[in-house]
């Protein structure tokens, strides 16, 4: 067994942040990252505890936020005072998630830990990692804290000047090496959660496309299969939870679907278990063909969120050529044959790039609005380091990660009453779309 300052049985505790931000929302968020971690260090002997600032089956959140639908809702959030940076841009500024105190009444009632590990989303919403490292070194002036997850792995420079001993850059298991413990493929540690409303999932890592814009790369260096032996187990504690709605995490599932969905299928069967299954990743429309959409639908997938950018040609080129007109035209005939409405058809268009004129994402909503979908609009976020993301350092400060706000970049390149404006076309097209959807759909 692992020892650690004299103890037999070192502690961690394990925390996801609260997010600051004009809007935030349960869009099937969870951190399986730093479940995974949890469970590799209980497999090491360590004793482990849990807060998650966004958990809105917690006692104190569930009664004070609302319940959307397919297992999603509204985070409890008090609006706080706008960081200098975000005041010209007239939307209200919030904290989302549990309020500190019920932080601090928690941390009461545990031992001291050893280690702090915290998860850390976005990179604009680095404010919460900081909340949760000033309470913690105010409680525990010598516990190590560590911050994983997309804002270290994007942002290195900026999260090592927050007061914390270690992070964690992509997959990078040197912490683990030092601390003597056995990184391993493991199940993320689900029962962390009294409570869950939905499920999350991979069935893979990373993608094997290089979108100009997209930081799968920075985040999976390669496009991997995850163990199906440790899937299985994952949905069939789903399953035993009684949990119906399951969000894939995957970017590219449909590049292996015909070789992971019959396996699904089958485990379904076996087992007799029904889950709706949700993409809110964007599903690749190339790869959907009357076979994978016939797959899909035997499966569960029910809300399927479809990625097709822009109605720019030359630009589709441009980001990475993964879809044409045609593609989607083809992928949409496909799914409505097995049942599909515009319903759960969720075709997503990026909105803010650089150089992108708010005619161009227009254009893009009238088309999707012909094909009969609904329609998303992906607020554009520059990420550091990629060609897309780098474009924006003429017109931001890209070392500042509020700058990579997608409301407030978004707004800064098209102009409020422009976005608003699309914004609003697009509700109306969807209002229409919702009118003919049936209960069922
Ligand atoms: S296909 Fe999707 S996940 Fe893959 S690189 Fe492009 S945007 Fe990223």
Redesign the pocket.
């Known amino acids: 067994m692992v020892t650690h300052r004299g103890r037999l049985t070192p502690i961690a505790l394990l925390v996801v942040p609260p997010i600051y931000d004009f809007k935030a929302y349960d869009f099937w968020m969870k951190f399986p990252g730093l479940l995974k971690i949890a469970s590799t260090l209980q497999d090491s002997g360590w004793q482990i505890y849990f807060f998650d600032f966004l958990d809105r089956a917690h006692p104190w959140m569930a009664t004070r936020s609302k319940p959307g639908t397919y297992g999603r809702g509204k985070y409890y959030a008090v609006e706080v005072p706008k960081p200098t940076i975000f005041k010209a841009i007239a939307r209200r500024f919030k904290r989302y998630g549990l309020p500190k105190q019920i932080f601090e009444q928690f941390l009461n009632s545990i031992p001291k830990p050893d280690y702090v590990f915290i998860a850390g989303g976005m990179t604009y919403w680095y404010l919460g990692v900081k909340e949760v490292v000033e309470i913690i070194r105010s409680y525990y002036p010598n516990t190590s804290i560590v911050v994983g997850g997309v804002y270290p792995t994007l942002m290195p420079n900026h999260a090592r000047r927050l007061e914390v001993d270690h992070i964690v850059v992509g997959n990078d298991t040197s912490l683990f090496n030092k601390l003597g413990i056995k990184s391993t493929s493991a199940t993320p540690l689900w029962r962390l959660y009294p409570k869950l409303t939905y499920g999350v999932i991979n069935f893979t890592y990373g993608?094997?496309?290089?979108?100009t814009?997209?930081?799968?790369?920075k985040l999976h260096e390669r496009f991997i299969v995850r163990d199906w032996d440790i899937v299985a187990d994952e949905l069939l504690y789903f399953g035993k939870l009684g949990i119906t709605d399951i969000a894939i995490y995957d970017?590219?599932l449909l590049f292996k679907a015909k070789e992971i969905l019959p396996k699904l299928l089958d485990l379904l069967h076996r087992y007799n278990l029904r889950f709706r299954f949700h993409t809110p990743?964007?599903s690749?429309v190339r790869l959907i063909d009357r076979d994978t959409a016939n797959l899909m639908r035997a499966t569960g997938f029910t809300t399927i969120f479809l990625?097709y950018?822009t109605h720019n040609l030359q630009r589709q080129k441009l980001?990475?050529n993964?879809v044409t007109e045609e593609d989607l035209i083809s992928a949409i005939e496909a799914l409505r044959s097995v049942g599909y409405t515009g319903c759960n058809l969720i075709v997503y268009l990026l909105t803010g790039l650089v150089d992108q004129p708010a005619s161009e994402v227009e254009e893009g909503i009238h088309f999707l609005h012909k094909l009969g979908v609904s329609i998303m609009l992906s607020e554009f976020s520059p990420i550091p380091g990629t060609p897309e993301g780098e474009k924006a350092r003429q017109i931001i400060d890209m070392d500042e990660p509020l700058c990579h706000n997608n409301l407030y970049f978004t707004t800064l390149v098209l102009g409020d009453r422009p976005l608003q404006r699309l914004k609003s076309l697009k509700n109306h097209y969807n209002r229409i779309i919702r009118s003919t959807c049936t209960s069922k759909t």
């Open positions: 993608c094997p496309l290089n979108c814009y997209c930081a799968a790369h970017d590219a990743n964007g690749h990625s950018e980001l990475g993964k």
